[in-house]
């Protein structure tokens, strides 16, 4: 089991805010970024950071956007589409999310927006 399934969700997501807050981003933007991936409302995650959830329990209770398999790339050297652990793949998935929004990404394609059908 790795050591980030135990942390507290509430000690990463300042973390996550002031990556994209540098970067020219809001904690606004962050939180839509959260709650397309985890399935959550706004309420559901702020209970999740006030009563200390682990990253475990974070995403254990989250039903997970059906788009999430959309996510590929690299975070910390790893392909995320290869990540065989489901926790650990959620995790990266949210870590490239935030890679990509801190990029300046639209957020459009940072949460794999269908492109619009053109009719013919």
Not at 24 to 29: F, M
Not at 72 to 77: D, I, L, N
Not at 88 to 105: F, P, S, T, W
Request: glycine fraction near 6%.
């Amino acid at each position: 089991m790795s050591r980030i399934f135990g942390i507290e969700f509430a000690a990463l997501y300042p973390l996550y805010v002031a990556k994209v807050e540098r970067k020219g981003r809001s904690a606004e933007e962050i939180d839509e970024v959260i709650l397309w991936l985890t399935g959550f409302d706004q309420a559901t995650l702020r209970r999740h950071i006030e009563k200390g959830s682990t990253v475990e329990q974070f995403f254990a209770d989250a039903p997970m956007n059906p788009n999430a398999s959309l996510i590929t790339g690299v975070v910390c050297g790893v392909r995320v589409e290869e990540i065989e652990d489901p926790l650990m793949q959620q995790i990266r998935y949210l870590d490239k999310l935030v890679d990509e929004l801190a990029k300046g990404k639209a957020m459009e394609k940072v949460l794999r927006a269908p492109l619009p059908v053109t009719g013919e």
